[in-house]
T-cell receptor
Framework: KAGVTQTPRYLIKTRGQQVTLSCSPI?????VSWYQQTPGQGLQFLFE???????NKGNFPGRFSGRQFSNSRSEMNVSTLELGDSALYLC?????????????FGPGTRLTVT | GQQVMQIPQYQHVQEGEDFTTYCNSSTTLSNIQWYKQRPGGHPVFLIQLVKSGEVKKQKRLTFQFGEAKKNSSLHITATQTTDVGTYFCAGGGAAGNKLTFGGGTRVLVKP
């Protein structure tokens, strides 16, 4: 099976702009989770989608949103970008998601906000 | 605050030596998972432990889940340069129905 793909791989935006990141999970996986990774902060959970519904949400402001389509592909949107949003954004797919199933990560989107 | 803690944050190891990294949760976990992220890469799933006291081995890596299902350890024997990377543990159920990742242990190997 093909792995998790994320597009774009690199992105440079300026403060105040918005950005949309895309994630295609492994075929057959219905759960997609998003994480923000910054140096020294580890993996910060943003949200999880399962069968087009947001099932879990982390402690991020409302500027961060997401959605999942019927083919399980997911998008993450960040509005009104701030310098502190510069990070590696990782999506992870899982067959059933939640707390009991392993996750398969994509290569990530490196977002730089200037 | 963070419910899953990993220590140490950094581990400098001489090639050929052994080391252990630890993962601790403030709550009982349903399972513990371990991931490895190579420099410039993304986290890759290594293993999942579910049972109290469970021990699993993968070549030179030994994973253990505590009796109380609140802690776990990863022990690497005869460290090699290929072991370089950040090792994350992720606790299931530490904070709701999701995986909670620890801060990671970054392993540097001195040849």
């Amino acid at each position: 099976k093909a792995g998790v793909t994320q597009t774009p791989r690199y992105l440079i935006k300026t403060r105040g702009q918005q950005v949309t990141l895309s994630c295609s999970p492994i075929s057959g996986h219905r759960s997609v989770s998003w994480y923000q990774q910054t140096p020294g902060q580890g993996l910060q959970f943003l949200f999880e989608y399962f069968s087009e519904t947001q099932r879990n949400k982390g402690n991020f402001p409302g500027r961060f949103s997401g959605r999942q389509f019927s083919n399980s592909r997911s998008e993450m949107n960040v509005s009104t970008l701030e310098l502190g949003d510069s990070a590696l954004y990782l999506c992870a797919s899982s067959e059933f998601g939640g707390r009991n199933y392993e996750q398969y990560f994509g290569p990530g989107t490196r977002l730089t906000v200037t | 605050g963070q419910q899953v803690m990993q220590i140490p944050q950094y581990q400098h190891v001489q090639e050929g030596e052994d080391f252990t990294t630890y993962c601790n949760s403030s709550t009982t976990l349903s399972n513990i998972q371990w991931y490895k992220q190579r420099p410039g890469g993304h986290p890759v799933f290594l293993i999942q432990l579910v049972k109290s006291g469970e021990v699993k081995k993968q070549k030179r890596l030994t994973f253990q889940f505590g009796e109380a299902k609140k802690n776990s350890s990863l022990h690497i024997t005869a460290t090699q340069t290929t072991d370089v990377g950040t090792y994350f543990c992720a606790g299931g159920g530490a904070a709701g129905n999701k995986l909670t990742f620890g801060g990671g242990t970054r392993v540097l190997v001195k040849p």
